[in-house]
């Protein structure tokens, strides 16, 4: 008899249910609105742990609003959000990120007014010490050393979005929820922050990338969706999504 088999009362090998490990996040049915007006329209979603989750889809799919209400910062209007198998639906945003979630909200998530080492040290410490956090950032992100004393905002776009991925790190999260990295980067740019993103996830970090345009993502992702007027409409790998993606609409940045 093999593990995976017992025997019944009548003498047959029965096979066990093989159990699926859990999702780190799960959404079933998930409704969202803004006023009288719903935007999420019964959303299901597994991801599983590790590795990159791709959600692509034209503009004011929802996506944004999918991350929100993931982060606590948007209640849904119905359904559920499982993080690890649990529902967390109705916890606050600090709860969520003491569980381990963390969004790097659409635009560049950091203080303009403050230098890159204030930016950091903005981080609630979970227990590291700054000096630990500093080293930790800036061995990963060699270019934030050189800008440690210079304002946030006087950086390019992609210095800045390096910086939110680093203030991200920083908090050691579970699942990175990151909205629209590529947002007025060129190309390149675009590249090279989600080459940080691989290593992030690589690292044992779970990603749930939200991006508009597909190409670059679908290069690194484990598994993707496609959202169009609040709803999954697709779901697969990344070469079965980016085939039936390039007859269905166009996410290229042209990189
Ligand atoms: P984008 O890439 O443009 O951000 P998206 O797929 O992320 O698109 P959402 O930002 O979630 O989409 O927007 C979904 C719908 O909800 C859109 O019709 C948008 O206009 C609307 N919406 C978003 N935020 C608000 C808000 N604060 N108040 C009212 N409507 C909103």
New binding site residues.
Partial sequence: MTDSATMSVTGRLVPEPVLAPTPILELRDLHAS??A?E?LHGMDMIVPAGGIFAVL????????????VVAGLHAPSGGSVLLGGRDVVRARPDELARRGVCLIP?GRGVFPNLTVEENLRLIGHLGASMSEIEQRTYEQFPRLAERRKQLAGTMSGGEQQMLALARAVATKPGLLLI??LSMGLAPKIVETLYELVAQIAQDGVTVVA?E?FARTILGIASSAVV?TT?RIVMAGGPHEVESELSGLYLGDTGA
């Fill in positions: 803004y006023g007006i935007v889809g034209p503009n004011g799919a929802g996506k944004s609003t999918m991350l929100r659409e909205d629209e939200v508009q959202v609040g």
